[in-house]
C-alpha cells in the first residue's frame, strides 16, 4: 500500500522533512483526519491472533460436550471490540489535548477494509480453503476454527471486517465523543480531500504523502519514533523530476504545476532540461517562460492530457 520505498529514499536523502513529534501538543489549533485503515488492519491481526489462542486454550480444556458449541458471534464480537481499543486510546490522547483550543480530530474508517493473508493458522493452507474469522454466516467458518482449536487446520483464516463490523467500531468511537465519518476506499485519498491549509492526516499509508496531505503524522502508533511530513518542505527537498514521478502516479500533476512551489523548484539550473525530458517539449516551455495568458495555457494543458494519455499507451505496449 502506497508508494514503494518512498520513506526509505527521503530518509536517506532529505532526514530534515522529518519533524520529530514527541506529542499532539503541537497540533492544537488543528484538524487531524485519522485514516482507520492501516491502524484497523494490525488492531485486527493483534485481536484475531489473541483471542483465537486464547479461545484455543478454553476449547482445549472444556469438556466433550462443550466442546460441541462454538459461539462465532461472540467471537467476531470480542475481536471487533479488541480492535477498536487502540483507536479509543487515540481519541483519548487527542482530546487530551489543551493547547490552542485543542484538536479537532474526525477517524475516516472504510466499509469494505479487507486484511488479506492474515495467517492465524496455517501458512501452508491454499486461498480456496480460507475463512474469514468475523463472516458468521459462513457455514464452514465452525468447521475451520474447530480445525484450528484442535491443530488439525490445513487452511488460513483472516479477519475481514463487514460493513456491519465497521459501523460496530464506529459505533464505538462515537459513543466515546470522537467524530467518524465513513468513507469507501481509498481512506488516504478520503482523508487528504478533507484536508484545507495546514490540516494533518495521521497515516502510515505513503498515499497521503502523494495526495498531497498538508501534512502527513507517521507512526504513532508503531515502534518507530513517530514524525510529521510537511508537504511544502517534502516537494522542495525531493525536486521536480521525483516529484513528478510520484505525482503523476495520482493524476495531479496540473495541480503540482499550478502551485506556488513551482517557482521555487523552476530556480533550479538543470530543471529546464527534466521538464523538458519527462512532462513534453511544449507545456514545459510554456511554465517556464510564464508569458501565455490563461487560455493558451488551459489549451496547452488539454494537449499534454493527449500527449500523456498517447505515451501511457505506447509505454503499455512495450
Known sequence: MGVNGLIQFLG??????????????????????????ILLQ??????????????????LKASA???QFIDTRAISREI???????????NQQLRAVRSNGGIQAVFVLGSSITVRDLYIASRNGTADNSANVLDVRNPNLVPALRAFFERQNTGRLYAAPSEKDMLVIAQRLTDAFARVEIRQPDIAKRCVEFCQ???????????AIAYGAPNVIRDYCGKNVCNTINQQKLLESMGPERAYRIISSFNTLEAFMQSDVLDEVLKTPTVAKTLERVIIFNLAFIIIQ??????????????????????????ARI
Do not use: M, W
Not at 530534515?16 to 492544537?28: I, K, L, N
Not at 494490525?42 to 476449547?59: D, F, G, P, V, W
Not at 488539454?302 to 499507451?313: P, V
Open 12 to 37: 536517506s536523502r532529505f532526514p530534515d522533512v522529518f519533524r520529530a513529534t514527541p506529542s499532539f501538543e503541537c497540533f492544537g489549533g488543528k484538524r487531524i483526519f485519522v485514516d482507520c485503515s
Open 42 to 59: 494490525r488492531n485486527l491481526h493483534a485481536a484475531a491472533t489473541a483471542i483465537l489462542s486464547k479461545k484455543r486454550q478454553e476449547y
Open 65 to 67: 460436550e462443550q466442546r
Open 80 to 90: 471487533c471490540n479488541y480492535a477498536a481499543k487502540p483507536l479509543l486510546r487515540l
Open 197 to 207: 491549509d495546514d490540516d494533518c492526516v495521521l497515516s502510515d499509508d505513503t498515499n
Open 290 to 315: 510564464r508569458n501565455v495568458n490563461i487560455e493558451d495555457y488551459k489549451q496547452e494543458l488539454a494537449n499534454f492530457h493527449q500527449l500523456r494519455q498517447a505515451l501511457d499507451a505506447k509505454q
